[in-house]
């Protein structure tokens, strides 16, 4: 056979450089190894922050509260006493509120009370007898009064104030007045003209009474249980004058009160 036939009949059979055998196969290659895995990705950047809400809608305002009256009357209450003792409580003192001029006048305990007072603001004035000494006697002589001012009641309010009058003049020797030996100014009635009447003394809930007020201390002269008035300059009230101290009749007290000290 020529070489031209020859390559002519086996020119088919070569593709790029090797042989294939028609109609041959070969056993299936061994699996080849898993690959190395590939790397974790990156995680995504977090999704825009969304917008915030609308604003819920304003409630309603509440009801407006109704208003006071403010039309309720007040009262004005207190106590008057002597500027000179302040435990001496005056009866008798004429009490007036201006303007409107609503009065009052004060108990035997020397209280008094005004109702019905319209809100507003006041001046009240208080009058009362002033003392002077006739002879033996104290006696009432001419009017002294006090003021209070700019005083303000409101609605339905109970206000409280308390005033004291200058019913002893510097005429009046309290030295003579306290001294038992002078038996003719040392007396019931010259004790009940500066200090009051002490029998219808009252607690400070003004009904209860108070030791004087009691029965049987009611029934006793003042002189009797007070027999005696210590006087002494000094010591009481850091000299800077006259202290008076009362004294009482502890023999007298300890006929009904055993315990009373004989000291004290």
């Known amino acids: 056979m020529s070489a031209e036939r020859l390559f002519t009949r086996v020119a088919p059979f070569l593709l790029g450089g090797v042989i294939a055998v028609a109609g ?61 003792i302040a435990t001496a409580a005056i009866p008798g003192v004429a009490i007036e509120l201006q303007p409107g001029g609503l009065t009052a006048t004060t108990d035997a305990g020397g209280r008094y009370l005004i109702q019905n007072v319209p809100p507003g603001v006041y001046r009240l004035t208080a009058r009362g007898a002033a003392l002077e000494l006739q002879g033996n006697d104290v ?5 002294v009064e006090t003021r209070a001012e700019g005083l303000s009641v409101v609605a339905g309010g109970k206000l409280v104030v308390n005033l004291s009058l200058a019913r002893l003049p510097d005429s009046i020797n309290t030295y003579a007045m306290m001294d038992a030996k002078k038996s003719a100014l040392y007396k019931d009635s010259n004790c009940i003209a500066c200090h009051s009447d002490r029998k219808k003394e009252l607690a400070s809930d003004g009904k209860t009474a ?51 000290p004989s000291k004290y």
């Open 24 to 84: 041959c196969e070969g056993p299936a290659g061994v699996a080849g190894t898993n690959g190395t895995p590939g790397a974790k990705g990156d995680p995504g950047s977090p999704g825009t922050k969304g917008d915030p809400g609308a604003p819920g809608t304003k409630g309603d305002p509440g009801a407006k509260g109704d208003p006071g009256s403010g039309t309720t009357p007040g009262e004005v209450s207190g106590l008057i006493t002597d500027a000179a």
């Open 139 to 143: 006696v009432a002589s001419g009017t």
């Open 210 to 260: 108070a030791f004087h007020g009691m029965a049987t201390h009611a029934s006793t002269s003042c002189t009797t249980c007070h027999a005696s008035i210590e006087i002494e300059r000094g010591g009481w009230d850091t000299g800077s004058s006259v202290a008076l101290r009362k004294n009482v009749n502890v023999a007298l007290c300890k006929g009904c009160h055993p315990s009373y």
